[in-house]
């Protein structure tokens, strides 16, 4: 067993988070302050991002991508945690769930996706429908080869800077042993389409500058050729979606909690009160001790989940320990340093406060935490017949 990277991935690395502290650091401070990101800014990114052949790096090379396998690919979002997201968006990743396209699709959405023309957001939460998916009340009736859908969609991320979202559709119901059961189709929906419409959010504690979006939908009629996959098989590919989802989730939040981390050691270790540096006393050295035990325990668990995904193995398990353990640590790991500096750790002239804002959403978007402990729990008693 070799816990080392490779050479490749350590370069990997290493370029990543000098792309984030030169690009990315600098204007975080700004977008922090008025919650907004310029478009001539996120397009600038995005091109540096291509220069250094890093967009769309989550997808094959057969169709464009760098073709990193999830544990490089893993490397790479626990690096861009360091960084905004309100930024590291434009660090282009479209959602893998493209792969999925036709071959008319794929000219018209997934090859535009990958060399940057395009930028996509996927619409799944409604206002009634978050944890519980299957109970999404936006709806598409067919009509002749067309389907009119309507209904809302709210909390989607950067649907603003979207070109076209990848929507999943309530189409029909099934009876099951449970009751009734929503059957689900995944759309493409193009910006501007008649009826649909891409509106501003809430106002968010989280991440400034990555906004959520509401979307809605008015007798919006859509042709077949806009199904992605198969009718009534939305969660077929949304399942492969929601692994790459969570992992990236654990891996941003570890590489938060490393940013975080640095600052509490420098602190501890220069400040001094009553005549010795602070770290000199086990009420602030422990709490590094501690830190820093989560963020390695944390790293781990979620580098060992991307490694299972590329052996094949199963990884559902894994995937959600990951999730629920790095974004519970980032939580503890952001409070921790904010109490090491004291007052100054919520003043705007340091991060950490923003650190400590920005955690609260990672235990809630891309499944809760109680849902990872639903499916962790599941697993384990389930083949007990429990």
């Given at each position: 067993m070799n816990f080392a990277l490779t050479e490749e991935q350590q370069m990997i690395v290493d370029?990543?988070?000098?792309?984030?502290?030169?690009?990315?650091?600098?204007?975080?401070?700004?977008?922090?302050?008025?919650?907004?990101?310029?478009r001539e800014l996120g397009?600038?990114?995005?091109?540096?991002?291509?220069?250094?052949?890093?967009?769309?790096?989550?997808?094959?090379?057969?169709?464009?991508?760098?073709?990193?396998d999830h544990l490089t690919f893993t490397l790479v979002e626990r690096e861009l945690g360091r960084g905004s997201m309100g930024l590291t968006v434009f660090f282009?990743?479209?959602?893998?769930?493209?792969?999925a396209c036709n071959e008319d699709q794929r000219e018209r959405y997934l090859l535009p996706a990958v060399r940057?023309?395009?930028?996509?957001?996927?619409?799944?939460?409604?206002?009634?429908?978050?944890?519980?998916?299957?109970?999404?009340?936006?709806?598409?009736?067919?009509?002749?080869?067309?389907?009119?859908?309507?209904g809302t969609k709210h909390f989607i991320s950067h649907a603003d800077i979207a070109d076209f979202v990848i929507v999943f559709i309530a189409t029909g119901e099934e009876q099951t042993p449970r009751g009734p059961k929503k059957k689900i189709t995944c759309f493409l929906v193009d910006?501007?389409?008649?009826?649909?419409?891409?509106?501003?959010?809430?106002?968010?504690v989280s991440h400034r500058g990555y906004k959520n979006c509401i979307l809605t939908f008015d007798d919006c009629r859509l042709p077949s050729a806009q199904i992605l996959g198969e009718v009534h098989k939305g969660f077929d590919i949304a399942n492969d979606w929601l692994y790459a989802t969570r992992l990236t989730v654990a891996a941003t939040s570890v590489g938060r909690a490393r940013r975080a981390f640095d600052y509490a050691l420098s602190y501890a270790a220069e400040r001094k009160q009553f005549g010795k540096p602070i770290?000199?006393?086990?009420?602030?050295?422990?709490?590094?001790a501690d830190m820093i035990t989560e963020i390695d325990a944390a790293d781990l668990l979620t580098l060992s989940a991307a490694w299972r995904l590329d052996q094949g193995l199963p990884s559902n398990r894994e995937i959600a320990?990951?999730?629920?353990?790095?974004?519970?640590?980032?939580?503890?790991?952001?409070?921790?340093?904010?109490?090491?500096?004291?007052?100054?750790?919520?003043?705007?002239?340091?991060?950490l406060a923003r650190f400590w804002?920005?955690?609260?959403?990672?235990?809630?978007?891309?499944?809760?935490?109680?849902?990872?402990?639903?499916?962790?729990?599941?697993?384990?008693?389930?083949?007990?017949?429990?």
């Amino acid at each position: 067993m070799n816990f080392a990277l490779t050479e490749e991935q350590q370069m990997i690395v290493d370029t990543v988070r000098t792309f984030v502290e030169t690009e990315i650091y600098p204007h975080e401070n700004e977008v922090e302050r008025t919650g907004v990101v310029p478009r001539e800014l996120g397009l600038e990114i995005a091109r540096k991002c291509k220069e250094l052949g890093f967009f769309a790096c989550n997808f094959p090379e057969e169709v464009g991508g760098a073709g990193l396998d999830h544990l490089t690919f893993t490397l790479v979002e626990r690096e861009l945690g360091r960084g905004s997201m309100g930024l590291t968006v434009f660090f282009g990743r479209p959602s893998g769930i493209l792969m999925a396209c036709n071959e008319d699709q794929r000219e018209r959405y997934l090859l535009p996706a990958v060399r940057g023309d395009k930028f996509d957001a996927l619409a799944m939460t409604e206002p009634d429908a978050g944890s519980d998916v299957r109970g999404m009340k936006c709806f598409a009736r067919p009509d002749g080869d067309d389907w009119i859908v309507n209904g809302t969609k709210h909390f989607i991320s950067h649907a603003d800077i979207a070109d076209f979202v990848i929507v999943f559709i309530a189409t029909g119901e099934e009876q099951t042993p449970r009751g009734p059961k929503k059957k689900i189709t995944c759309f493409l929906v193009d910006r501007g389409t008649p009826g649909f419409e891409i509106r501003e959010g809430y106002n968010s504690v989280s991440h400034r500058g990555y906004k959520n979006c509401i979307l809605t939908f008015d007798d919006c009629r859509l042709p077949s050729a806009q199904i992605l996959g198969e009718v009534h098989k939305g969660f077929d590919i949304a399942n492969d979606w929601l692994y790459a989802t969570r992992l990236t989730v654990a891996a941003t939040s570890v590489g938060r909690a490393r940013r975080a981390f640095d600052y509490a050691l420098s602190y501890a270790a220069e400040r001094k009160q009553f005549g010795k540096p602070i770290s000199a006393n086990q009420g602030v050295s422990f709490k590094l001790a501690d830190m820093i035990t989560e963020i390695d325990a944390a790293d781990l668990l979620t580098l060992s989940a991307a490694w299972r995904l590329d052996q094949g193995l199963p990884s559902n398990r894994e995937i959600a320990s990951a999730k629920v353990f790095a974004t519970e640590m980032l939580a503890r790991v952001t409070d921790e340093a904010i109490q090491i500096y004291g007052g100054m750790g919520l003043m705007d002239d340091l991060p950490l406060a923003r650190f400590w804002r920005d955690a609260r959403v990672e235990r809630i978007w891309d499944g809760t935490s109680e849902i990872q402990r639903h499916i962790i729990s599941r697993d384990l008693l389930r083949p007990l017949g429990a």
